[in-house]
């Protein structure tokens, strides 16, 4: 993987950081311990490895343990999805229910396009 290729990488993951700690703000306050925890470290540990993939000379493990935590995050945020948690609950429940998948949308896309991304690294990191 290239440099400027890494770099935008590191940016669509800093953006997808940022929505997700806003909209986990957002949690309930009995899940915000709890599943809302769980991404967020989960997300921090992608980025734990993707700077370790860009480190290392030999990246195989790295990125396959790269590729498992995006999946983990992608069926974290989901699960999030599905049990409502990306709406706000002091509005009603037709606008709730469209903030949370408005949110969600917006996740899973940038979750989706780093997933493309790595999916890229770990193919050109096969071709070497």
């Known amino acids: 993987m290239s440099t400027r290729a890494e770099a935008r990488l590191d940016r669509r ?5 940022k929505l997700l700690n806003i909209y986990l703000n957002h949690f309930p306050k009995c899940e915000r311990h709890g ?3 769980r991404i ?3 997300a921090y540990e992608m980025y734990d490895l ?3 993939a860009q480190k290392r000379y030999q990246k195989k493990t790295t990125l396959t343990n790269l590729d498992i935590k995006h999946e983990q995050l992608r069926m974290q945020v989901r699960l999030a999805h599905e049990l409502g948690y990306f709406g706000q609950p002091q509005r ?3 606008a709730a229910q469209g903030l949370n998948v408005k949110r ?3 996740l899973s896309a940038l979750i989706d396009e780093i997933g493309r991304m ?3 690294w770990i193919a050109a990191s096969k071709d070497k």
Do not use: K, N
Not at 13 to 17: A, R
């Open 118 to 120: 790595i999916g890229g």
């Open 13 to 17: 993951y800093l953006q997808l950081v």
């Open 40 to 42: 967020r470290t989960t």
């Open 35 to 37: 599943l809302a925890l």
């Open 92 to 94: 009603s429940s037709e």
């Open 50 to 52: 993707m700077i370790e």
């Open 104 to 106: 969600y949308l917006t």
